[in-house]
T-cell receptor, first 115, second 114 residues
Framework: NAGVTQTPKFRVLKTGQSMTLLCAQD?????MYWYRQDPGMGLRLIHY???????AKGEVPDGYNVSRLKKQNFLLGLESAAPSQTSVYFC??????????????FGPGTRLLVL | KQEVTQIPAALSVPEGENLVLNCSFT??????LQWFRQDPGKGLTSLLL?????REQTSGRLNASLDKSSGRSTLYIAASQPGDSATYLC?????????????FGTGTRLQVTL
């Protein structure tokens, strides 16, 4: 049981390049989330998904797109990377019990540097 | 808009000391509050979750309290150890079901020295 895994662990991009961050969970969780963590700002929610085939915007969605084609995977895409997207990205997942989301389980993070 | 503040931002204590980390939030209409631990370069690990109807939760040397009306929570760590060195984050959940969201504080970086 690997929990939540993220690929890649670290990436350097040039401004304007695109990339996709992959999150996978093997806990059969319904809910999945993408956060970014920046110094002095705490974790901020980018996008989230409440089930396969569904996605929704979080607090800071601009410049990002997501897809949840399979229940276990949640992809975060940057179509045209900008230096402001330099951050550490965390994926999380949680299950729902009687409609109540339980605690979130986090992946180890992806460190992204945009030059 | 919910805002979560953690004070102090950093704390250094000698091994064996008891310590308290503080978390405050601006909107008392929360569903629950969680304390997380984050080690350098790693993800977050949930330590304790307190439902809005509860006053405290305990796990080993950790005790978290919640005073929803005053918008405060504390994390008490007894007999601190060097292995407790990490950043501690609190997060409050607002809303229920698909509309629920976690709002995080910026964390307290704890160093326990020998």
């Amino acid at each position: 049981n690997a929990g939540v895994t993220q690929t890649p662990k670290f990436r350097v991009l040039k401004t304007g390049q695109s990339m996709t961050l992959l999150c996978a969970q093997d806990m059969n969780h319904e809910y999945m989330y993408w956060y970014r963590q920046d110094p002095g700002m705490g974790l901020r929610l980018i996008h989230y998904s409440v089930g396969e085939g569904t996605t929704a915007k979080g607090e800071v969605p601009d410049g990002y797109n997501v897809s949840r084609l399979k229940k276990q995977n949640f992809l975060l895409g940057l179509e045209s990377a900008a230096p402001s997207q330099t951050s550490v990205y965390f994926c999380a997942s949680s299950y729902s019990l009687a409609g109540v989301q339980e605690t979130q389980y986090f992946g180890p993070g992806t460190r992204l540097l945009v030059l | 808009k919910q805002e979560v503040t953690q004070i102090p931002a950093a704390l250094s204590v000698p091994e064996g000391e008891n310590l308290v980390l503080n978390c405050s939030f601006t909107d008392s209409a929360i569903y629950n509050l969680q304390w997380f631990r984050q080690d350098p370069g790693k993800g977050l690990t949930s330590l304790l979750l307190i439902q809005s109807s509860q006053r405290e939760q305990t796990s080993g040397r950790l005790n978290a309290s919640l005073d929803k009306s005053s918008g405060r929570s504390t994390l008490y760590i007894a007999a601190s150890q060097p292995g407790d060195s990490a950043t501690y984050l609190c997060a409050v959940k607002v809303g229920t079901g698909t509309a629920s969201k976690l709002t995080f504080g910026t964390g307290t970086r704890l160093q326990v020295t020998l």
